[in-house]
């Protein structure tokens, strides 16, 4: 290369002194324009990612509106609400009409008899049902003629469901009748729950309209509507068959109702002592879907028993518990039939029942296979046949757990199991529905109230 004069020398540095500054700046707008070029990738890809995720919100969105429609749907929540009335509104309406229509005039004959019940549908267990059909027994084994009439306003079941239940009930020959729209002619007929009064009530072709009542059912509910439409019924001036003298005195205390009591009573072929041995279990009628049984205080009861027991073993039984965590270790029997029952309660020393309303029929099953009961003290509870055999306390859990801590450490001898037994078998169901008969002979004809020679 040739060399540069001094004069080209200088000539070419300023040239490039006066291109120096274009070519910074040249520079750096190609830097900045290679910088927003990655940024705008960078925003694409951004934007990109935030339309897919809006898709998959999207989808999402979609599949829990699907699942909450489901819900919706299976839960019934889109559908309109109705007021649920167990009983037929026309039966409702027409207490407003005045009095409940008079039954026939008795004929004032002699019997056998000729009677219809009015039952609600039931399952293959119901403690009520079993009373009812015991006694339906008795009376058809004395040579009267009954007919059951079960009334379902909900339409819920049927005569063939029922007939299937049945089978693990007293036997009974009585015919069958399911949501009839009349009934036929009898010498008396029976509501055995106040669903049932109101149809009985417009029934008027009977000599006469009794009134099963085996508990005070308007405490199955708060107070309210329901609560008020079964105490109607203690008013419609049926005659009362109660089980137990607290609910013939409380219904004709408050409510004006003519009542005659029948005492509580236990199948001795049933429950029977086959354990006669010092027992280290208890047991608790657990029913959480009855208010009435106290679940929630014996469940805290049971709680202090433990601290108290721990060599205790607990048995549960009566309802389904499988979802409750209890604070102590126990089993779960749930629902047990009769053979199972016996078999239980001939394995414990003493058993916690709580009664609000009337007195359960458990205490007297369980004093007959040894088992000594243990329930709250009230008027519901101590008027009762057995008082003398039951261990009160007042309704608080310490004072129950100590009254059942005190029952199991009194069964530690022989001698009050075999007591408890042998009391219990002087209450049987067939005196207790003996006493029913002799007021529906008194009632429907015999003045007296004796049988005929041919029925004796």
């Known amino acids: 290369m040739a060399s540069l004069t001094p004069s080209q020398a200088i000539r070419g540095l300023k040239n490039l002194a006066k291109r120096a500054p274009v070519a910074r700046v040249y520079a750096e707008a190609h830097r900045l324009r290679r910088l927003n070029a990655g940024q705008a990738r960078d925003i694409a890809s951004i934007t990109d990612r935030n339309d897919e995720l809006v898709e998959e919100l999207l989808g999402l969105r979609a599949k829990v509106d699907a699942l909450t429609a489901e819900v919706r749907e299976l839960r019934t929540l889109d559908k309109p609400l109705h007021v649920f009335w167990p009983v037929r509104t026309e039966d409702l309406l027409a207490l407003d009409s005045g009095n409940a229509p008079a039954a026939r005039p008795s004929r004032r004959h002699q019997p056998p008899y000729l009677f219809n019940w009015v039952l609600p549908p039931m399952g293959p267990a119901s403690g009520g049902h079993v009373d009812i059909f015991r006694t339906i027994a008795y009376l058809e084994s004395r040579g009267h003629r009954c007919r059951v009439y079960f009334d379902d306003p909900l339409n819920g079941g049927s005569l063939e469901g029922v007939e299937a239940a049945m089978t693990g009930y ?236 005190a029952a199991a450490e009194a069964s530690s001898e022989p001698a009050p199991i075999q007591d408890a037994a042998s009391y219990a078998k002087r209450f049987t169901w067939e005196d207790s529905n003996s006493s029913v008969e002799q007021v529906l002979l008194r009632e429907l004809g015999s003045a007296d109230g004796q049988r005929p020679a041919q029925l004796s």
């Open 170 to 405: 007293p036997s009974i020959q009585a015919d069958l009748h399911y949501n009839a729209t009349t009934m036929e002619p009898c010498d008396a007929a029976f509501a055995t729950s106040w669903h049932t009064a109101y149809p009985l009530r417009r029934f008027v072709d009977a000599a006469k309209r009794f009134y099963y009542v085996q508990d005070f059912e308007p405490y199955f509910e708060a107070a309210g509507t329901y609560s008020n439409l079964a105490a109607n019924t203690y008013r419609f001036g049926f005659h009362g068959l109660t089980l137990g003298t607290w609910l013939a005195d409380k219904l004709s205390g408050e409510y004006d109702m003519k009542c005659d009591a029948f005492d509580f009573g236990v199948d001795g072929e049933q429950y029977m002592l086959r354990n006669p041995q010092p027992r280290r279990k208890v047991m608790f009628y657990a029913r959480p879907t009855s208010a009435r049984r106290g679940f929630e205080l014996g469940v805290l009861a049971l709680e202090h028993f433990h601290g108290l027991h721990p060599e205790c073993e607990i048995e549960m039984v009566g309802g389904d518990i499988d979802r409750y965590e209890l604070p102590f270790p126990c089993n779960r029997n749930g629902v047990l039939t009769v053979d199972q029952l016996c078999e239980l309660y001939n394995q414990c020393a003493a058993g916690l029942v709580v009664s609000f309303t009337n007195m359960s029929l458990l205490p007297l099953e369980m004093l007959a296979c040894g088992c000594t009961p243990v329930t709250n003290d009230s008027p519901n509870t101590r008027f009762v046949e057995y008082a003398e055999k039951l261990r009160f306390a007042q309704a608080t859990p310490i004072a129950l757990a100590e009254a059942l801590a």
